[in-house]
């Protein structure tokens, strides 16, 4: 069983930024995905970001150019820089592992909450 286990949410206002990062334990695979994905009021969940062991990433078309994931292979932990923030950011936030390049794996974290309010 992979543990995923995300920290950093908060309120922020708008034009702020933020970091969050995620820790993964247990029968993690260093090789696998790790992913960001967010679940906004009245929307389905979404793909943020995503970075690959050797250092690949994608994003998604609503965070690009605000957003940096990065990756530390050797603590087994994602973050996820995000700047310029709006109210659209807002939602929670999932980690998510056990998927490839760039689809979702079946482990998630119990989700971080972002709130941009001024």
């Known amino acids: 069983q992979v543990q995923l286990v995300e920290s950093g949410g908060g309120l922020v206002q708008p034009g702020g930024s933020l970091r969050l990062s995620c820790v993964a334990s247990?029968?993690?695979?260093?090789?696998?995905?790790l992913a960001w994905y967010r679940q906004t009021p009245g929307e389905q969940r979404e793909f943020v970001a995503g970075t690959t062991r050797d250092g690949r990433t994608a994003y998604g078309s609503a965070v690009k150019d605000r957003f940096t994931v990065s990756r530390d292979n050797a603590k087994n932990t994602v973050s996820l820089q995000m700047n310029s923030l709006t109210t659209a950011d807002s939602g929670v936030y999932y980690c998510n592992t056990g998927g490839g390049p760039w689809y979702e794996g079946p482990y998630w974290g119990q989700g971080t909450r972002v709130t941009v309010s001024s």
């Open positions: 247990g029968s993690f695979s260093s090789t696998d995905v």
